[in-house]
């Protein structure tokens, strides 16, 4: 089977690196648009625009490729999974329609709302004058977001009512959703799905702030850690049934089959765990922690999701190892962007046993170093001390991921 990986980031190179470890000869994966660094490792087709429907055909037709495998959200959103099925290529990735799951809150919140699936309540607003009546109804902290796609911009979380509403001001004319706020720890759980039935993959916990102590803006993701001890026992079981099973019949039933990863980004609050974002594709850095410790053969997973075939055969496994990720990130992200810098020392941190290095761009969230061990501890003290053989002038890290997980 020959697989095309479509994307040029930290979370594609996981997936290379996941697909080799659980079996995938490397001759067999080619990568685009990829980067310098994926490409050490497979085929590269650089120099296409991933959203770019009839580039991504051609270069899969090109490749013949039976498997392709849709990293990014821009691309599903784009409609790319459509075109590629259209031509006969099995696709990891859903439709664009289905896609809208994460390309529109107020979709998801609709989807949410007829599968009765638990999440924070929301005002969907198209005026300031709704955005401050809202946020007056639910009071501080505020949490507005906007309706569409918004490179991880999209989301502020503030007890200052004029920055809720000059962050909504700058979103209205797409749409803007006010939230309640929701109290408690996050836990990102990935779902492989098949339209039909959906198959839990493990626990991660995402950083989603730029300093330690969860202070700063919100970016991206700045490390995660899997598993997560700390959930009761049951909670995957009851997230899959209330949650991920209810949304892909909810979109089944409306003729809008979901075929990929559905990421449930989740908050365990006091009154039990509720939804606070769906997204369509795999985490960044999430994956590179999660597919760190996958056991089974993730090529042929991601196959039989893409060909309804989920249910014919075992579900996927785990080591019972820890991985902790922390993201190297350039000067001023996520708020400005430094000039590009030259990335030392990746060879030297890559040497270590246990540790591998997720490489994405050179500017925004540059790496991520994934250390894996028997314990928290070890994963940690590993995935830091690689980290400290790379340097990128003025770049920066969390110094506390994982720090409170044993
Ligand atoms: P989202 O893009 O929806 O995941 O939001 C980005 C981040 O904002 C989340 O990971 C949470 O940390 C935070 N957030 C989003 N919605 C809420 C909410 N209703 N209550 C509290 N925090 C939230
Ligand atoms: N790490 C959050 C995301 O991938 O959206």
Known sequence: MRILVLGSGAREHAIVKALIRTGTPSENIVCSPGNEWI???????????????????????EERVNLAVIGPEAPLVAGVA?????????VFGPSQEAAQLEGSKNFAKEI??????????????TTIEEVEHALDQFGAPYVVKADGLAAGKGVIVTSDKQAALEHAGNYISGGVLVEEFLDGQEVSLFFLSDGKSVMPLSPAQDYKRAFDGDQGPNT?????????????????????ERIAEPVIRELARRGTEFVGLLYCGLIVTERGVKVIEFNARFGDPETQV????????LADLLLRAATGKLDVGP????????????VLASEGYPTSAAPVREVGGIESAEAMDDVEVCKASPIG???????????????????YEGLSRISLEGGHYRSDIAARVS
Not at 220 to 237: K, N, Q, T
Not at 315 to 326: H, L, W
Request: with cysteine; proline share 4%.
């Open 315 to 326: 579900s996927a496994e785990f080591s019972k190892r820890k991985a902790v990720t922390v």
């Open 290 to 297: 999660v597919l760190r410790r996958l056991s089974s053969n």
């Open 365 to 383: 969230r540059v790496l991520s170093v994934v250390g894996c061990g028997d314990s928290f501890q070890e994963a940690r003290t590993l995935a």
């Open 82 to 90: 459509d075109a590629l099925r259209e031509q006969g290529v099995a």
């Open 39 to 61: 490409a050490k490792e497979v085929e590269v087709r650089s120099g296409i625009d991933a959203t770019d429907r009839l580039e991504v055909v051609k270069v899969a037709l």
């Open 112 to 125: 949410m709302a007829a599968a009765e699936v638990p999440t924070g309540m929301a005002h969907q607003c």
């Open 220 to 240: 991206g993701g700045m490390g995660a850690y899997s598993p997560i001890p700390w959930l009761p026992d049951g909670f995957v079981e009851e997230v899959t």
